[in-house]
Nanobody, 116 residues
Framework: DVQLQAFGGGLVQPGVSLRLSCAAS????????VGWYRQAPGKKREGVAC????????GYSDSVKGRFTISRDNAKDVLSLQMNNLKPEDTAVYYC?????????WGQGTEVTVSS
């Protein structure tokens, strides 16, 4: 079975940068898109950033545009989310997601807490 593992979360102060990573184990083929979601305490899960596999196009939610950057390392098969100038409202559990032909895979999530 395919499993996604997210890493890099932590408890940080506002303005700090974090880099989240997501690695896949098992066979992950026929990818359509990969991306990051987050779920803040008491709120529904929302999309943060994504990359479409063929063209490499990226998309971001309005709340993170200009601060977050999604990227992928094809050689290592790792998806990353560079998070700059973190704000308290960024506090959430962040999940990586992969969409393939016929299936959707979610990582276990990594917790990011931004507080002074």
């Amino acid at each position: 079975d395919v499993q996604l593992q997210a890493f890099g979360g932590g408890l940080v102060q506002p303005g700090v940068s974090l880099r989240l990573s997501c690695a896949a184990s098992g066979f992950l083929v026929d990818r359509y898109a990969v991306g990051w979601y987050r779920q803040a305490p008491g709120k529904k899960r929302e999309g943060v950033a994504c990359i479409w596999s063929t063209e490499g196009d990226t998309g971001y939610s309005d709340s993170v545009k200009g601060r977050f950057t999604i990227s992928r390392d094809n050689a290592k098969d790792v998806l990353s989310l560079q998070m700059n100038n973190l704000k308290p409202e960024d506090t959430a559990v962040y999940y990586c997601k992969a969409v393939t032909r016929g299936d959707i895979y979610w990582g276990q999530g990594t917790e990011v807490t931004v507080s002074s």
